[in-house]
């Protein structure tokens, strides 16, 4: 089996060599990630520039690119064969709700599912430093289950993992998408020339608690697992809009 590993917190992200460790038992590893950090560059692709692939090791490759850069090199000339599987992380920091929006470490594994493999994006709730080896070890078993059972087309799972003392997570929950409670500002700041300069900011997230989605199951402590299909079609809405009569 081979198994393309990216992510977009970068080549140097300590979780890739945990995750490469890990899923070593499952087959060969690849990993082609982004040559610094990538996060929140979303779906983003490198059109208006040439970028390169440097190769470290074998199997270890950067892109001075995005993590969806990083997923189209490998599918499409860096490796011989498409991917078994595609996992994405493991994200130094959360990737829920409305996030997965931005986050790409959620893109990458998207474009993996979009190209046509079965992919995962995973991410740890928490920005302190630590080793992911557990967490990895969580993502190799579900790999395997992933391998075993199969997704259907177009379909990706995004996992987050609370971040607690491993005999403290007390299992898996399957999961929605949960909501976020926007309060992001626009501070405005003036520079030592006069002129003014923007920070996008605003106090850490704020979640909808509403029980079943991603966000209540890693704040009550669950591992979850939620399904994602890339068809964003509103389908009651079809209906809906199509009662509005449109005319051109
Ligand atoms: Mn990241």
Redesign the pocket.
Known sequence: MNILVTN??GILAPALRALRSELAALGRVVVVAPDRDQ?ATSHSLTLHRPFRIHRHEADIYSVDGTPTDCVVCAWYGLLEAPPDLVISGI???PNMGEDVFYS??VAAAIEGAMQGSPALSVSLATRELTDFVAPASFVARLARRVMERGLPRRRLLNVNIPFRPWEEIRGVAVTTLGSRVYRDTLVRKVDPRGRDYYWIGGEDPVWDPREGTDFNAVHEGWISVTPLKLDLTDEPAVDTVQEWNLQK
């Open positions: 977009d917190d996060s994200n130094h920091g790409g470490t």
